[in-house]
């Protein structure tokens, strides 16, 4: 089955520098990863998804990159502010198969 | 996205006892979803709640823990059945929307004690 795998744990940078979070996905029939942000006591927010037809799609300071020959696709946030902090998990589902397999988190923390 | 809410918020029950959530959508969807969020990890999939016919269930989740019913296509219930500690979790229900989008409820925050 499929295997998602999420890097950094924990990410601590100073406001207005950018933040990566890398994942990476082990069945090649995934086609579809979206990105969700936890804030403390909320509900997972989906804050940006990709296919597997782009490799790269951007909203705002929020970007998503995809690399399908290599199983990577990671979240870029630039100019971060101190309300990005949160946990963020990234995700990976194929299309019919009903099942989305999440990683196991990014605590980011930005910096005032 | 559809609005999605949870019954009840948060719970504190003691070990033996049942809880049954709650999960109501505003609007009909084809696929709702059970996940658990122990504190401080991820999301793990329960079981895809099926319209007219039994859950499907994942690894290491069974029916008789975790009786699920879906009795149209707004409306969704978990239960917790025969509770310990090792159930004080995070339950959310999800749906999926337009191709494979799925958006969560704000969760049950259930305690045993």
């Known amino acids: 089955g499929e295997n998602v795998e999420q890097h950094p744990s924990t990410l601590s940078v100073q406001e207005g520098d950018s933040a990566v979070i890398k994942c990476t996905y082990s069945?090649?029939?995934?086609?579809?990863f979206p990105w969700y942000k936890q804030e403390l006591g909320k509900r997972p927010q989906l804050i940006i998804d990709i296919r597997s037809n782009v490799g790269e799609k951007k909203d705002q300071r929020i970007a998503v990159t995809l690399n399908k020959t290599a199983k990577h696709f990671s979240l870029h946030i630039t100019e971060t502010q101190p309300e990005d902090s949160a946990v963020y998990f990234c995700?990976?589902?194929?299309?019919?198969?009903?099942?989305?397999?999440f990683g196991a988190g990014t605590r980011l923390f930005v910096k005032a | 996205s559809a609005v999605i809410s949870q019954k009840p918020s948060r719970d504190i029950c003691q070990r033996g006892t049942s809880l049954t959530i709650q999960c109501q959508v505003d609007s009909q969807v084809t696929m709702m979803f059970w996940y658990r969020q122990q504190p401080g990890q991820s999301l793990t999939l329960i079981a895809t709640?099926?319209?007219?016919?039994?859950?499907?269930?994942e690894s290491g989740f069974v029916i008789d823990k975790f009786p699920i019913s879906r009795p149209n296509l707004t409306f969704s219930t978990l239960t917790v059945s025969n509770m310990s500690p090792e159930d004080s979790s995070i339950y959310l229900c999800?749906?999926?929307?337009?191709?494979?989008?799925?958006?969560f409820g704000p969760g049950t925050r259930l305690l045993v004690l």
């Open positions: 069945d090649s029939a995934s086609n579809y």
């Open positions: 999800s749906v999926e929307e337009a191709a494979e989008t799925q958006y």
């Open positions: 709640a099926n319209q007219g016919s039994e859950a499907t269930y």
């Open positions: 995700a990976a589902s194929e299309t019919g198969g009903f099942k989305t397999i």
